[in-house]
C-alpha cells in the first residue's frame, strides 16, 4: 500500500504543500502508530516507512548503456509517494480492507498494488 498525501500532490496550494521541515501533526502521528500496531498485531504487517518529499530525493535515469543523476526535485512528478506498507494478505479485497482503515486525511490517497509472485 502506498501513501500519496495531500501535501505532496501538485493541486495542493502552496500553503498547504509540504515545504523544509515538514513533519505531520502529532495527533495524525499518534492515530498513523496505532493503525501500524493493528496491522502487527493482526500478523499482516511485513514493513513500512515514511519518505523525505522529492526535493530531497534522485533519480538514476538509464538510456543507451549510460546512466544519469537528476536531484530533486522533479518537476514532472504528478504524485508522490509519502510512505509505505508491505502487508502479507491473502487477497486484493483484504488489502484494500486494510486501506480503508489507514487514518488519511482529506485528500490523501491510499494506493494498493499487488507483488508479482
Do not use: C
Not at 495542493?12 to 498513523?32: N, Q
Not at 483484504?94 to 487514518?103: M, T
Amino acid at each position: 500500500m502506498f501513501m500519496i498525501p495531500k501535501v505532496y500532490q501538485p493541486g495542493t496550494s502552496p500553503e498547504e504543500r509540504a515545504g523544509e521541515g515538514f513533519t505531520p501533526p502529532a495527533d495524525a502521528v499518534a492515530k498513523m502508530m496505532k493503525f501500524n500496531e493493528e496491522l502487527s498485531s493482526a500478523g499482516a504487517l511485513v514493513s513500512l516507512d515514511g519518505l523525505h518529499p522529492i526535493t530531497k530525493g534522485a533519480r538514476v535515469i538509464f538510456f543507451d548503456g549510460e546512466h544519469r543523476v537528476v536531484d530533486g526535485p522533479f518537476i514532472e512528478a504528478k504524485e508522490v509517494i509519502g510512505s509505505y506498507w508491505i502487508i502479507d494478505v491473502r487477497s486484493k479485497e483484504e488489502a484494500v480492507g486494510w486501506a480503508k482503515r489507514v487514518p488519511a486525511e482529506d485528500g490523501d490517497i491510499i494506493e494498493v498494488r499487488q507483488a508479482n509472485f
